[in-house]
């Protein structure tokens, strides 16, 4: 019964490329969210989607950064020209439903540490 | 925007001395959620609350739902090494956020 997945763990990019990073749910799991932790603080969220929806973006910068989740495959956090303040790690996390019912909870994968040099 | 705070910064106790934590917040919250992480990994769910007053045990933890729905708390009895990690407090917002706390850093002297 895996749990959410990450992928890559540790990526490392040069400032102006490309950054992609993927999460799959976990099984049954139908909606996705992304947080960003900088070193020494809490979680920040930035994104919540559903299968090939974004609900709320409002904590994502508006330029640069996107995310997708396709009907098929992952969820991807994509994020443009890098700067070297993106740096921080990424978690992903996903729940059965949304959570007004307050039933379910958000289980985190393992995060994805983003450096650019 | 929405903010909890979350005492203390850091804890540094004997091993089998109980632990206690909490959170607090300006804002309503419908659930609170706490999460320990450890080193290089994603937070871990220890304990979920969804009605006020309510007070949930996991093993040695214990969590409670503060009456004004402002508030949580965390309880660790007789703490181990493997407690070591930094313990956060989660508040659901608007049905799907989580906002986070900055964390309680624990550290326990063997």
């Known amino acids: 019964n895996a749990g959410v997945m990450q992928n890559p763990r540790h990526l490392v990019r040069r400032r102006g490329q490309e950054a992609r990073l993927r999460c799959s749910p976990m099984k049954g799991h139908s909606h996705v969210y992304w947080y960003r932790q900088l070193p020494e603080e809490g979680l920040k969220f930035m994104v919540y989607?559903?299968?090939?929806?974004?609900?709320?973006e409002s904590g994502m910068p508006k330029e640069r950064f996107s995310a997708e989740f396709p009907k098929e495959g992952p969820s991807i956090l994509r994020i443009q020209q890098v700067v070297r303040g993106d740096s921080a790690a990424y978690f992903c996390a996903s729940s059965p439903q949304n959570l007004a019912g307050g039933a379910h909870e958000q289980y985190f994968g393992p995060g994805t540490r983003l450096t650019v040099t | 925007g929405q903010q909890l705070n979350q005492s203390p910064q850091s804890m540094f106790i004997q091993e089998g001395e109980d632990v206690s934590m909490n959170c607090t917040s300006s804002?309503?919250?419908?659930?609170w959620l706490w999460y320990k992480q450890d080193p290089g990994e994603g937070p871990v769910l220890l304990i979920a609350?969804?009605?006020?007053?309510e007070l949930t045990s996991n093993g040695r933890l214990t969590a409670q739902f503060g009456i004004t729905r402002k508030d949580s708390f965390l309880n660790i009895s007789a703490s181990i090494p493997s407690d070591v990690g930094i313990y956060f407090c989660a508040g659901v917002l608007y049905g799907n956020k989580l906002v986070f706390g900055a964390g309680t850093i624990l550290r326990v002297k063997s």
């Open positions: 989607l559903q299968k090939e929806n974004i609900i709320d």
């Open positions: 609350l969804y009605k006020a007053g």
């Open positions: 804002s309503i919250f419908n659930t």
